[in-house]
């Protein structure tokens, strides 16, 4: 029997990396790079799906420069939008299972509750508007899909504010962070490890295709596929996510952290206030949950 063919893009960011090894039991995972692949090139992005021909495309690529994004919304809009709907009308003519990646930057923040999936979206910032029309294209092609929404992502390899805060503990003695916005540190391993507990359901032997290669049972995506929530659980501040990296690394020294308001840091991309997201959904529907977010950041430090 032939294994299922996977495309995974940005296997070297932080989910991708992380992807690449979660995925590797579900089938034959092609990692293409920009030289073969270049998101910003549509005919490059054809060209892959056409010659690659996926049962499974896997995109956590984006274009999450969220301040860049500002001056450079073409880019953001081609990245996070047009090619995930290229990947989707792909999937719709082959039958293959598209799985995408958003963000909680897609609501305004005045919420003071966790957002459910169903909550309506109002993003304040061209990242978050680029990558809730990616969500869009996805949904309009038709395909079965998974668009899974995640918030502060951070592991141990990258961009990303835990390696911020541990470089920038080293190099000064007081650290001034926001503590006005709020939110769930994610750490990438979980993302990537609850999404290949979400897609084995429907790759097992109780959901396979007739030629047990396909994206899975297509009943079974049109069934339980859509939108979803997946963050860790819990909330925080990034100064409290910053006290919590602190205690948890082996630093010599500590410096003072304050805690100071958005105003007093002002940058070209608005934030939300509050993007905190609901996953029950997730919860009910596949039966996974993640742990908190101090559990998995202990986890990544430990």
């Not at 092609?30 to 549509?42: C, Q, V, Y």
């Not at 991309?269 to 596949?286: E, I």
Request: proline share 5%.
């Amino acid at each position: 029997m032939a294994r299922r063919r996977i495309l995974l893009t940005g296997a070297t960011g932080q989910v991708g990396w992380e992807l690449a090894r979660s995925l590797q039991g579900l089938g034959d995972v092609h990692a293409p790079g920009r030289r073969e692949m270049d998101l910003l090139d549509t005919d490059s992005v054809v060209r892959t799906l056409r010659d690659f021909s996926p049962d499974l495309i896997v995109n956590p690529a984006a274009y999450t420069a969220v301040d860049r994004a500002e001056t450079d919304e073409a880019a953001a809009y081609q990245v996070n939008a047009v090619v995930p709907g290229i990947m989707a009308e792909a999937a719709k003519r082959s039958g293959a299972l598209v799985v995408h990646f958003s963000t909680d930057y897609v609501f305004d923040g005045t919420s003071s509750t966790p957002y459910r999936e169903d909550e309506p979206t109002n993003p304040q910032n061209a990242y978050g508007r680029t990558k809730l029309a990616g969500e869009a294209a996805i949904a309009a092609s038709g395909a079965n899909h998974l668009v899974l929404r995640t918030s502060w992502v951070y592991g141990s390899r990258g961009a990303n504010f835990l390696l911020t805060v541990q470089r920038l503990a080293r190099e000064r003695d007081e650290l001034r962070i926001v503590a006005d916005q709020h939110g769930a540190p994610t750490w990438c391993r979980t993302i990537a490890e609850l999404t290949s507990q979400v897609l084995v359901q429907g790759f097992d032997g109780r959901h396979d295709g007739t030629d047990g290669v396909s994206g899975g049972d297509a009943d079974f995506w049109r069934e339980h596929g859509g939108l979803y929530h997946l963050t860790a659980a819990g909330q925080t501040t990034w100064h409290g996510f910053t006290e919590a990296i602190l205690d948890l690394s082996a630093a010599q020294k500590r410096p003072n952290v304050v805690a100071i308001p958005t105003s007093a840091y002002p940058l070209p991309a608005k934030r939300p206030a509050y993007s905190v997201l609901d996953n029950d959904k997730l919860a009910r529907t596949f039966g996974v949950r993640a742990p908190d977010w101090r559990d998995a950041l202990a986890l990544c430090l430990g």
